[in-house]
């Protein structure tokens, strides 16, 4: 609207000076807007926008002439500038930030430009005009150096202004405000008003409640489920709803028409959102109601006819009411900083927190192909398949016969009128609430869909979601650049080789090992591990045994329809490697391993203990030859094979030569020392290594529980996973026990006899760092594992995740989640079996890319467990998992 009545003529006149004091004047501007400056040159318009905004929010025509001219005041290159200055526009307003335009813009064409870019962008062009009198422009015109303009511009400027400022609404300016003279120039200051949509300070909790279509007394039902105390007036009706808890219900629209009490439902709503219980968006009937009580001309279908006749028995102080309410009602809601946002029929990202006709439009009838079906009603284009954002998008409008999330987007309306149900979301907990139709009042027009959103997964993964280069936001660790390369490469490997990623909600992160020791005859020694982490200010490390196989990730299901519900894949669950392989080529065999640790988890009754009807361990699936059985005989064996056929030859040739009298007597002591140091490296690697038969020989060793449906494990204590670990073992051993008793009482057994057991008990001892005997304990348990042919031990915070803390008492960085301390043997067959005579050129290796990279991928690792545990999209859990393998293709040791 107009600040003030424009000339009533096109001539041009001067503005007359008010007479005394003039009042300061507050200029109201939208917080996300385009705010257009107008006047003549020498009007202040840079003064006025120096004083009044941020130097960035400010783009001047005469700075961007500097940009491609390298003079502010060429006007020759005012075309390019304009080119400049409107892509700079374009820029800030997608981002969602107030810009100022600082030029004359007293043409009409230049104005049409900007407001067409505001209108791209679904903001609010703001017209703010300085008109000052010509000779005041002009003067100050005259007294700057670097600009001196003919005579006839600032005229022919007043002129042009002159004539737009009764217009610039017409021109699709939504706020136009008029200073007239240098004294209201002086005195108007600026007044930043959020959007009417922009709630985001409400942080809930919420309770979200889909299509009612006048259906009151279920309405009435579903707030009582949801703990809210209904009000009643004199004659019984519900006006008002309250929740103990001060919850705040929230309501998508389509309140009205079809059901068998509109005004019933208006007066419970309208009472909640006056009283602030409730928060309310308008949807397409209310939309057509309101326009139809305005007396404006609509076509009575889908149920208008109803509200109407149900409305004329209402007082016309009510229906004045109602029309008043529904006129107030914004498009769609931005809310809890912005994390939810709800709207009657799905909004996509670029929309939320805009404001146009398009967006308004979008809100309340969602987008359409243009087509028909073949009951004569539009086909909706599925937006929420594709939807990406990150902000929980609650609508309703489609009709589905259960709600559900696709995407992070849930529809709410099921179909109560048509005989379905209300349904609610609890938010943040994200959980949905229904409550039966008492019975169907309305017969719809087509069956309610069964593939429409919340019905169907959808297409929850999408190739854009993880080509090219990346940054993924972690909590833990900030943003995680991913190079286009590195993507490039897991690319290869997801598409190649990969289970269905809808099952990776995990991959492990590589481990660094311990800082290199000094001692003589080590690489690594647990020293260096527990002093590491001394110095971090962990008092309490747990030490665990690193077993002698492969990494493995196992997804058990209780059930099939358990992982159906959550990962959109039936099945008893999956096992994978580092890398998102299947862990075993044999599919028998697979389902045979999660057949028992589903029935350990049953028995040990870590379902029911976590109320979960899946689990996501980390693990170690042994022996070695079972995952790497090519490797070892490519690259192990072979080495093994070659030192073992040429050293007794060479051995024997120099014992030849000594009996020749020549002197060979060093260099067979060394070929002696080669040949012991094969001997060892060909024993250390076959420890690794047994047969199997079916699930005979094979061994998990399960060392930490992951998640489970809404929980992050992960971050829990690791005393907390051993113990549930020790459940677990404990009772697969009981299945083998009774197995053996059923047995020995004659009972069938299986015909390849008793279950042997699978799962392994994973060895721990806890270190105080601080405590010299403890430390001391640490390294002999240490020298006892590996004595005996272990692999070496993982030393971890016992409280799981840690952070430093900076001098200033800042948060600091993560600590390595774990370090690995490997055994002298066990680094032969890492390194080579003479590698203790080199150790003072391999203490030169460099840990530090590794260190990073190992805590890159722990804090990615986290962020898709949390973002499985808040039940957001399967694409946003698999682009956190995406990055760890991603980043597994960057350059470092491998033998690190």
């Not at 107008?38 to 700075?63: E, M, N």
């Not at 150096?145 to 939504?174: A, T």
């Not at 008492?438 to 027009?445: F, I, S």
């Not at 022996?623 to 192990?636: I, M």
Request: aromatic share 6%.
């Amino acid at each position: 609207m107009t600040d003030e009545a424009t000339p009533a003529s096109d001539e041009a006149r001067t503005p007359e000076a008010p007479s005394g004091p003039v009042a300061p004047r507050r200029l109201p501007v939208t917080d996300v807007s385009l705010v257009v400056l107008i006047g003549t040159s020498g009007s202040g318009k840079s003064t006025f926008a120096r004083r009044h905004f941020l130097p960035t929010q400010v783009v001047s025509s005469d700075f961007c002439r500097g940009l491609v001219a390298d003079d502010e005041n060429d006007q020759s290159a005012s075309a390019e500038a304009f080119d400049v200055l409107h892509y700079i526009v374009g820029k800030r307003l997608a981002a969602g930030r107030l810009t100022v335009v600082d030029a004359t813009n007293v043409q009409p064409e230049a104005r049409r430009q900007l407001v067409k870019i505001a209108r791209d962008h679904d903001v609010l062009p703001i017209a703010i005009v300085l008109d000052v009198p010509p000779g005041v422009c002009a003067e100050r015109n005259r007294t700057r150096p670097d600009r001196q303009l003919p005579p006839h511009v600032i005229p022919r400027q007043n002129r042009e202004l002159r004539r737009s400022l009764r217009g610039l609404e017409r021109e699709g300016f939504r706020k136009v405000h008029i200073l007239r003279g240098e004294a209201e120039v002086a005195a108007a200051g600026i007044e930043l008003e959020k959007r009417y949509n922009d709630l985001r300070h409400l942080t809930g909790p919420f309770d979200v409640v889909g299509d009612i279509h006048g259906c009151r007394s279920e309405l009435e039902t579903l707030l009582t489920r949801l703990g809210y105390v209904l009000t009643r007036d004199a004659e019984g009706r519900p006006v008002d709803a309250a929740h103990p808890a001060g919850r705040t219900a929230v309501f998508v629209g389509d309140l009205v028409d079809r059901g068998p009490d509109t005004p019933g439902v208006l007066r419970l709503v309208m009472g909640m959102v006056a009283a602030g219980h409730a928060l309310c968006v308008p949807g397409n009937h209310e939309n057509k109601l309101g326009r139809a009580m305005d007396g404006r001309k609509v076509t009575v279908s889908h149920g208008l006819q109803e509200s109407l006749d149900q409305l004329a028995g209402e007082s016309e102080e009510f229906r004045a009411e109602v029309r008043a309410f529904m006129r107030g009602l914004v498009s769609h809601y931005l809310l809890d900083g912005g994390a939810l946002v709800v709207c009657h029929a799905g909004l996509p990202e670029k929309y939320h927190g805009r404001a146009s006709g398009r967006v308004r439009s979008h809100a309340l009838y969602g987008e359409t192909t243009g087509e028909t079906d073949e009951y004569g009603l539009p086909v909706r284009y599925p937006w929420a398949e594709e939807y990406r954002g990150r902000a929980l998008v609650v609508y309703g409008h489609t009709p589905v016969p259960t709600a559900g999330f696709v995407n992070n987007t849930v529809c709410l309306d099921t179909g109560c009128v048509f005989g379905g149900s209300l349904t609610a979301l609890r938010y943040p907990e994200r959980e949905l609430v229904s409550v039966a139709a008492e019975r169907e009042w309305y017969a719809p027009v087509r069956p309610v869909l069964t593939d429409a959103p919340g019905a169907r997964e959808g297409r929850p993964l999408d190739l854009a979601d993880v080509a090219g280069r990346r940054i993924v936001e972690t909590g833990l660790h900030g943003r995680v650049a991913v190079r286009e390369e590195n993507a490039a490469a897991a690319l290869e490997v997801m598409s190649r080789f990969a289970l269905d990623p809808r099952l990776l909600a995990y991959l492990p992160p590589t481990m660094a090992p311990t800082a290199t020791s000094r001692r003589d005859g080590f690489l690594e020694h647990p020293d260096e591990a527990f002093a590491a982490f001394r110095a971090d200010g962990v008092r309490q490390v747990v030490c665990e045994e690193k077993h002698m196989g492969s990494r493995a990730v196992v997804l058990v299901a209780r059930d099939d329809a358990a992982l159906e519900k959550r990962f959109g894949v039936a099945g008893p669950g999956a096992i994978w490697t580092r890398t998102g392989r299947a862990f075993l080529s044999d599919d028998a065999l697979t389902a045979a391993v999660l057949g028992r640790v589903r029935a350990a988890a049953e028995r040990a009754g870590l379902f029911e203990e976590l109320g979960t009807g899946w689990l996501l361990f980390d693990a170690e699936l042994m022996p070695w030859s079972l995952k790497a059985v090519e490797l070892l005989r490519r690259q192990y064996a072979a080495v093994g094979a070659a030192a073992g056929a040429a050293l007794p030859v060479v051995l024997s040739a120099l014992e030849r030569a000594a009996g020749r009298g020549l002197d060979v007597g060093a260099l067979t002591a060394r070929q002696r020392q080669r040949a012991a140091d094969a001997e060892a490296f060909t024993e250390a690697y076959r420890r690794y290594c047994w047969p199997t038969e079916g699930l005979s020989g094979v061994r998990l060793a399960p060392f930490q529980v992951l998640a489970a449906e809404g929980a992050n494990l992960a971050v829990r204590p690791h005393d907390e996973h051993l113990a549930w670990i020790d459940r677990l073992v404990d009772a697969d051993a009981d299945a083998g026990a009774d197995a053996d008793a059923d047995a020995d009482a004659g009972a069938a057994t299986p015909a390849d006899g008793p279950a042997a057991p699978l799962l392994h008990r994973t060895g721990r001892l806890v270190v105080d760092t601080a405590d010299e005997a403890s430390v001391a304990a640490g390294v002999a348990w240490w020298e006892e594992l590996t004595g005996a042919g272990g692999e070496g031990m993982v030393v971890k915070p016992l409280g799981s995740l840690v952070r430093t803390e900076r001098a200033e008492g800042r948060p600091g960085g993560l600590v390595q989640p774990g370090v690995k301390v490997r055994g002298r043997e066990y680094l032969r067959i890492i390194y080579g079996p003479d590698y203790t005579e080199h150790l003072d050129r391999l203490r030169e290796r460099a840990l530090g890319h590794k260190r990073s990279l190992a805590l890159r991928e722990y804090a990615l690792g986290l962020e898709a467990l949390d973002r499985l545990a808040a039940g957001e999209p399967l694409w946003r859990v698999h682009e956190a998992v995406f990055a760890v393998l991603a980043l597994e293709s960057e350059p470092v040791d491998p033998r690190l």
